[in-house]
């Protein structure tokens, strides 16, 4: 069965740098999306992609996130400047173009730890 | 603000029990919900979803949807210990269809 793949699995870095957390979605599947969830506390959106540009974002999602699907298949979420209140798990989950009661299908997350 | 609400339980049932999962929404125009278990550490993984009034049923698992009282449910017959996990109950909203999150019950099957 086709899935989401993220990588990497687990990624630590220091307060004020930039990561990148890279997802594949599912190769027919048009919309795209990011969510993160803090240790202990719901998965929260962060933003959602189509055809080629944000259609929504929370507020959660300020100036130092950005999204981007370089190629035809990689989806990734950018942080430029760390905060330690960002360490969260991160998912990518993507849904095909079925209509919008089709569900989203989960990458299996990229834990983020800053320090 | 669009809330799913849910009781973080944990609920405790004994194996071999009847475990029900609740949840209500906020948003009358919501259409469509999703259930999703989550294990510690893991991501969503999707149960069942449902968009019409009534019962849906899925092997061991029975979704309920009823919009006049904004109300969701899940029931697990047959409880087995490996159904231990946190249950996310899920409503499509917005112009993106994403999905807005309750917070989750966790589940606990105890043999």
């Known amino acids: 069965e086709p899935e989401v793949t993220q990588t990497p699995s687990h990624q630590v870095t220091q307060m004020g740098q930039e990561v990148i957390l890279r997802c594949v979605p599912i190769?027919?599947?048009?919309?795209f999306y990011w969510y993160r969830q803090i240790l202990g506390q719901k998965v929260e959106f962060l933003v959602s992609?189509?055809?080629?540009?944000?259609?929504?974002k929370s507020e959660i999602f300020d100036d130092q996130f950005s999204v981007e699907r370089p190629d035809g298949s990689n989806f990734t979420l950018k942080i430029r400047s760390t905060k330690l209140e960002d360490s969260a798990m991160y998912f990518c989950?993507?849904?095909?173009?079925?209509?919008?009661?089709?569900?989203?299908?989960f990458g299996n997350g990229t834990r983020l730890t800053v320090t | 603000q669009k809330e799913v609400e849910q009781n973080s339980g944990p609920l405790s049932v004994p194996e071999g029990a009847i475990a029900s999962l609740n949840c209500t929404y906020s948003?009358?125009?919501?259409?469509?919900f999703f259930w999703y278990r989550q294990y510690s550490g893991k991501s969503p993984e999707l149960i069942m979803s449902?968009?019409?009034?009534g019962d849906k049923e899925d092997g061991r698992f029975t979704a309920q949807l009823n919009k006049a009282s904004q109300y969701v449910s899940l029931l697990i017959r047959d409880s087995q210990p490996s159904d231990s996990a946190t249950y996310l109950c899920?409503?499509?909203?917005?112009?993106?269809?994403?999905?807005?999150f309750g917070t989750g019950t966790r589940l606990q099957v105890t043999l």
């Open positions: 989950a993507s849904r095909d173009p079925g209509g919008s009661g089709s569900p989203l299908h």
């Open positions: 992609f189509y055809n080629n540009e944000i259609s929504e």
């Open positions: 948003d009358r125009g919501s259409q469509s």
């Open positions: 449902i968009y019409s009034n």
């Open positions: 190769s027919n599947h048009l919309y």
């Open positions: 899920a409503e499509n909203t917005g112009t993106a269809s994403k999905l807005t």
